[in-house]
């Protein structure tokens, strides 16, 4: 394996958001979903990992890339993730889900104060 393939990613990807939906595609030829292909969504992130077996019987020049690959996606905040779909077709996965607004990341948290000032919405008085 030259130095190149191992620095570049083999499994190279695009993604875009159109509206409410997003899309990531990712060049993923030579593989059978089926066995080759496992998608999981994890703490805000897309894993995919695929193994790309060798079946050449004679070992000559090749630039493909064979073995295992790991490639973690990190998505934006309002992805749904019970929304996220998966296919694959002609070599290439394509990954959708849903895109909510995203909730405020900036919230101004009221303070009470006083000698008999209580934290929560639970507190006993």
Do not use: C, W
Not at 43 to 59: F, N, V
Not at 80 to 96: M, N, P, Q, R, V
């Amino acid at each position: 394996m030259s130095l190149l393939s191992m620095l570049t990613n083999p499994v190279r990807i695009e993604e875009h958001t159109d509206g409410k939906t997003y899309t990531l595609r990712a060049e993923v030829p030579g593989i059978d979903p089926d066995k080759d292909l496992t998608v999981t969504y994890f703490d805000g992130a897309l894993r995919l990992q695929i193994h790309r077996a060798d079946a050449r019987k004679e070992k000559t020049h090749t630039e493909f890339s064979y073995g295992s690959y790991d490639r973690t996606v990190p998505m934006a905040a309002g992805i749904d993730e019970h929304s996220i779909t998966a296919s694959y077709t002609d070599g290439i996965l394509k990954i959708h889900a849903k895109v909510s607004d995203a909730p405020d990341a900036h919230l101004i948290i009221p303070v009470t104060a006083g000698p008999h000032a209580t934290a929560g919405k639970n507190a006993k008085h």
